[in-house]
């Protein structure tokens, strides 16, 4: 009988699935922090694993990949990838594998459930309630969503459906993206607008690209700077993307309305972060795609990815890694 390959796997994988990886392959159930630091009998297993099946914690880099001398696929339960060295693994001809278009919907979901909830003050509101401020006078005002401009940096298939539930509250959609999206502006989605004339015009400025080496901390002050007085940012992309402490200080000096941030740039962030004080500001725990069926969707694609893969097949969704980086 042909060997099993070996397989490392990260990804928490449902009981169902587990047994099929189990069935194809050698597997081994690990974590991110055990490989990171691994023991001599998980070091021996790393030498031997042609696959990986993993979220983001574990950084694909020469050094994993010294320990890993045999890996060919690594594949994300993520669509993001921002996890790996794209130079390192063209050169090392590692193949990386990611959950694109099943998590499109939840994640768009967010991202417009969090500028309503800005617009509308609906954390504000929450907490003057409980905190008996309504028995003392009104709450103030909120704003009316639509007529409002909400610009889209980034436009792929999760920047359309926000444009598309932002279209049914009635907001202008404005986008902008290196390649113009003539498909988008002809269906009537979106209009382009210059990258400074999106921060400076929207009401709302929602971020859709990925994290790559070009746009790792490519929001910061002068972009800050653009918006008006009363924009909120929000921000379910990466956090990488955005200069934090150039975010927070504009946040902290109401020289922007307030944000909504479902990503930071180094997670899980501590209950006594900065950006937890603000009161401008939702959070949320990186759950963009967190819902039962939209996880179970991307655990099940990443799975087939890596079985095809370790198994010659074409994988469902291979990253180019040349074009994106
Ligand atoms: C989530 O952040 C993902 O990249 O899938």
Known sequence: MRERPTVLVTAPLPDDLRDLVAARTDMVATTADALAAPDEALAQRMKEAVGLLTTIRVKIDDDFLDRCPKLKVVSNFAVGFDNVDLEVVQRRQVMI?????????????????MLLCLGRRIFQNDRFVREGSWAKGPAPYSLDIAGKTLGLLGMGRIGRLVAERARAFGLKVAYYKPNRDGEAEAAGLANYLERDALFAESDFLSVHCPLTPKTRG??????????KKSAFFVNTARGGIVDEAALIAVLREGRIAGAGLDVMVKEPIPGDHPLCSLPNVILQPHI?????????????LAVRNVLAAVEGRQPEAVVDTAKAA
Not at 97 to 113: K, Q, R
Not at 218 to 223: F, H, K, N, P, T
Not at 288 to 300: D, N, V
């Open 218 to 227: 490519s929001i910061g002050a002068r972009e800050f700077a653009l918006m």
């Open 97 to 113: 594998c990611n959950t694109p278009g099943v998590l499109d919907a939840a994640v768009a979901d967010i991202a417009t459930v």
């Open 288 to 300: 963009g795609s967190a819902t039962h069926e939209t996880r179970r969707a991307m655990i099940e």
